[in-house]
C-alpha cells in the first residue's frame, strides 16, 4: 500500500527572488517523498513553516507572530557561517533547503497544532535566559545540547563557547526544548571542560546578538531608556547602523520612535535594539534617567558640546575616521 501524500503549507517572508526561487525547487523535490509543498507569501495566517529572512526589516514582527502561533520557522541569516537546525546561511543551495525542509516539516507532521502552541508557550523563555535571570547566587551552569556545550558564569554574566562557535549558532538554538543543564564546580571546569569552552563572550553581547537573530525571544521593548555604559561589544557584532542609536542611548534618555526616525532605521530594528538593553541590565531606571531627548536636540549635524569628544573617542575605538567638525 502506497503512503498517502502529505499536503503542507510554507510561508514565505523577506526572502530575495534567487533564495525564493531555490526553495520553490527544494520543495517540488520532496514530491519524491510524498509530500506535496504549497509556497505561498506570509499574511499572516498559519502555515506549517515560516521561512524568513532576519534581515528583512519586518522580521522581528514576522517572527513573533509565528512564534505564537506555535509555527515551525528556517531562518536565512547573513551572519549565519554554516547550516545548522532551523537556521541557513545567506546563499543557502535547493540542497541546504531541501534538507531542512524535510526535517522541520516531519517534525511539524508528528505535532499537532495545538501541542505545537503548548510547546511554544511553555519554553518561551529558553533554559539558559531563565537560568542568567534566575534570583539564585550566582553559579556556573554547563549547558549541552546534542554536540553543543556552553557555559554560563552568573559571577561574571557570560558565556563560554568552543573556539569556532559563534553567537548566532547559539541563538539558532537557544529556544530548543532539548538542552540539559548542571551546576559545575569552579575546579571541576576548569580541569575537565575550560580547554573544550574556551571563547568568552559576555551576557550582554548575547542580547545584542538575539536582536539581530531571534528578536522574538526579547521581552517587549520600553518607550524610551538610557544605557548605564556602552555595551560589551566589538564592532564586528553589532551592525554599523547601530552605533550611532548607541551612543546616543550612551549619552542621554531617548525616546523608541525619535531616536528610530533620527537614525533612519525601521522602527522594528529600534526596538530589537531596546529590548536587548533592557533585557541584559543595561538600562536606567526611569528615575535615574536623563529626560528624552527632543528632535530638535537630534538634528543632523548638530551636536551638544559635550557629546563632541564622546563621538571622537567612538569613531577611533571603531576605526572610524571622524573630522571634529562633524562629530555629530
Not at 106 to 112: C, D, G, H, I, V
Not at 161 to 173: E, F, R
Amino acid at each position: 500500500m502506497n503512503t498517502p501524500i502529505r499536503s503542507f503549507q510554507v510561508a514565505v517572508a523577506g526572502l530575495d527572488l534567487l533564495h525564493h526561487t531555490r526553495l520553490k525547487l527544494a520543495c517540488s523535490l520532496l514530491l519524491s517523498e510524498r509530500m506535496d509543498v504549497a509556497v505561498r507569501d506570509w499574511d499572516g495566517t498559519p502555515a506549517d513553516l515560516l521561512v524568513v529572512h532576519v534581515d528583512h526589516p519586518d522580521s522581528r514582527g514576522v517572527l513573533a507572530d509565528a512564534h505564537a502561533a506555535g509555527m515551525a520557522t528556517l531562518r536565512l541569516s547573513r551572519r549565519a557561517t554554516q547550516v545548522l537546525d532551523g537556521l541557513l546561511p545567506h546563499g543557502a543551495t535547493v540542497r541546504d533547503f531541501n534538507q531542512q525542509l524535510r526535517l522541520l516539516l516531519a517534525t511539524a507532521a508528528a505535532t499537532p497544532a495545538q501541542e505545537a502552541r503548548t510547546l511554544a508557550a511553555a519554553s518561551a523563555t529558553p533554559l539558559l535566559l531563565q537560568l542568567a535571570n534566575a534570583p539564585e547566587p550566582a553559579q556556573l551552569h554547563l549547558l549541552q545540547r546534542g554536540a553543543m556545550w556552553l557555559l554560563l558564569d552568573r559571577h561574571t554574566r557570560s558565556i563560554a563557547l568552543p573556539a569556532q562557535a559563534t553567537l548566532a549558532d547559539v541563538c539558532a538554538q537557544l529556544d530548543a526544548t532539548s538542552w540539559s543543564a548542571q551546576v559545575m564546580d569552579p575546579a571541576d571546569f576548569q580541569h575537565q571542560y575550560a580547554y573544550r569552552l574556551p571563547q568568552r563572550q559576555s551576557l550582554e553581547a548575547l542580547y545584542f546578538a538575539l536582536a539581530q537573530h531571534r528578536p522574538e525571544l526579547l521581552p517587549a521593548a520600553p518607550a524610551s531608556l538610557q544605557l548605564r555604559h556602552w555595551p560589551d561589544l566589538t564592532a564586528a557584532e553589532v551592525p554599523s547602523a547601530w552605533l550611532p542609536a548607541i551612543a546616543r542611548l550612551h549619552a542621554g534618555a531617548c525616546n523608541l520612535d525619535t531616536l528610530a526616525q533620527h537614525c533612519r532605521l525601521p522602527r522594528a530594528t529600534m526596538a530589537s535594539l531596546f529590548s536587548a538593553a533592557s533585557a541584559c541590565g543595561l538600562a536606567l531606571s526611569p528615575e535615574s534617567a536623563l529626560p528624552s531627548v527632543s528632535p530638535r536636540a537630534l538634528g543632523a549635524g548638530r551636536a551638544a558640546p559635550g557629546d563632541t569628544p564622546f563621538l571622537l573617542r567612538l569613531a577611533r575605538r571603531f576605526g572610524l575616521g571622524l573630522p571634529r567638525g562633524h562629530a555629530a
